[in-house]
């Protein structure tokens, strides 16, 4: 069986970034993605700009996801889409690596799998209505619609304005009375749109093309809405992380050395947002994926030498 220096799990800004790395550092690199490359910025929803990566200023994903594609051509690194990795075994001095379809083996693994779990739910009577949408898909068909979106992060600010920026009538539902830790862009872009903000408010139910609001004071307020989309954030999903030997904290943090970026799974580094850096963004998954081949490079040569 073939043997790579490395098998990077996750085809994200930090696993590209290591890769690529990986290819200067004269490494063989793998990389194993059960979606496509880029799959999380893919999947951002349409109109959405991005913020904060150098060279991209207000740019579209789609732009940033070919700059990564480009960059694997040019590198030749071997990625292989659509290969979701559901074990890591120690054998020997290798590490073999299962995926739905084969079996790989490798000295190192990187684990860059983001940390994309499943959507966060409301729990309130009628979520399961036709109507309630956990991801933003298309524009087009909101348009003149009456829309509410429920959470507060970027996320729902930017699906907000973006939705009404084609011409829904948008309602944002956040529970707290202020935005915290949100991009200043997206505030003045929020300020700048039509959206009508309802701070202090939980969705208590929805009964089809009704949903209830209850204010902070208690009184309950009945909006005629045709769509709803909740993104009020994810559930991590640790799952995959303990199957595959990792420790996982009660924080959800994998332990790791800080230096090293090596886990408790000897040969087993992390990179990007599955790591405890606490800006789950796209510059600091890519610096963190730069370094993680450094990581490996001084792994490796030891192996090598064994
Ligand atoms: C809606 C939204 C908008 C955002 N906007 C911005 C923005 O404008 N600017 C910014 O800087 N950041 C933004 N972010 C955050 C940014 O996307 C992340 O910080 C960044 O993608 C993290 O990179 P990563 O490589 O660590 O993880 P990811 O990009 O999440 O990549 C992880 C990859 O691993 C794959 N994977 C997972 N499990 C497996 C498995 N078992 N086997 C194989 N492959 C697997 C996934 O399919 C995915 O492709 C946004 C996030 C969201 C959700």
New binding site residues.
């Given amino acids: 069986m073939k043997v790579f220096d490395v098998i990077v799990?996750?085809?994200?800004?930090?696993?590209?970034?290591c890769a690529v790395r990986c290819r200067e550092l004269r490494l063989h690199a793998l990389v194993?993605?059960?979606?496509?490359?880029?799959?999380?910025?893919?999947?951002?929803?349409e109109g959405?700009?991005?913020?904060?990566?150098a060279g991209f200023f207000q740019g579209s994903?789609d732009e940033l996801v070919e700059f990564y594609r480009r960059d694997l051509v040019r590198s030749q690194v071997d990625v292989r889409e659509g290969?979701?990795?559901?074990s890591v075994k120690r054998v020997g001095k290798y590490l073999e690596v299962g995926?739905e379809k084969g079996v790989f083996r490798s000295l190192a693994v990187l684990v860059?799998?983001?940390?994309?779990g499943v959507a966060r739910k409301l729990g309130v009577p009628g979520e399961d209505g036709k109507n309630v949408h956990y991801a933003l898909n298309g524009l087009k068909k909101y348009a003149r619609q009456r829309v509410l979106v429920v959470g507060g992060g970027?996320?729902a600010i930017?699906?907000a304005v973006s939705l009404s920026s084609f011409g829904a009538k948008v309602v944002l539902s956040y529970r707290k009375s202020e935005f915290f830790r949100v991009?200043e862009l997206n505030l003045e872009q929020l300020e700048q749109s039509s959206v009508e903000v309802r701070f202090s408010s939980n969705v208590v139910e929805f009964k089809g093309k009704k949903a209830v609001l209850k204010g902070a004071d208690g009184s309950l307020d009945e909006i005629a809405v045709d769509d709803v989309f909740v993104?009020a954030g994810?559930v991590r999903d640790t799952k995959?992380l303990r199957d595959i030997g990792l420790k996982v904290g009660s924080d959800l943090n994998i332990d790791y050395d800080e230096g090293t970026l090596e886990t408790t799974v000897g040969g087993v580094f992390v990179?990007?947002?599955?790591?405890r850096e606490r800006?789950?963004?796209?510059?600091?998954?890519?610096y963190?994926?730069f370094i993680a081949a450094s990581c490996v490079l001084g792994y490796t040569a030891k192996k090598k030498c064994m």
């Fill in positions: 799990i996750g085809a994200g800004p930090a696993g590209v970034s194993l993605e059960q979606g496509v490359v880029a799959n999380t910025i893919a999947d951002y929803h959405k700009k991005m913020f904060g990566v994903p290969e979701r990795v559901v995926t860059a799998v983001g940390i994309q970027d996320v930017e699906a991009k993104l994810t995959f990179a990007g947002d599955v790591t800006q789950k963004l796209i510059m600091p998954a890519m963190q994926g």
